[in-house]
């Protein structure tokens, strides 16, 4: 996944990739409980792997319940 913004309005960096990352969000949220019915473990699956791209060492801190 990419988010792509128009950089020859800096004015509106901030406000494009703020309302796209309420978009995704939402769509994750969404797909992770419909998904719920069918694999009860996925938002489990879904944080382990998150963890693995980014390493255990890495500084971040994950708040997977604002997905669900």
Do not use: Y
Not at 42 to 64: F, I, M, P, R, Y
Request: proline content about 1%; aromatic content about 6%.
């Amino acid at each position: 996944m990419a988010l792509v913004v128009d950089l020859s309005k800096p004015e509106e960096l901030w406000l494009t990739v703020d309302r796209w990352l309420d978009v995704i969000k939402t769509r994750v949220s969404a797909v992770i409980r419909d998904a719920h019915n069918t694999d009860l473990a996925l938002k489990d699956k879904l944080h382990q792997s998150a963890w693995q791209c980014v390493g255990e060492e890495h500084e971040v801190t994950v708040n997977l319940s604002a997905f669900c």
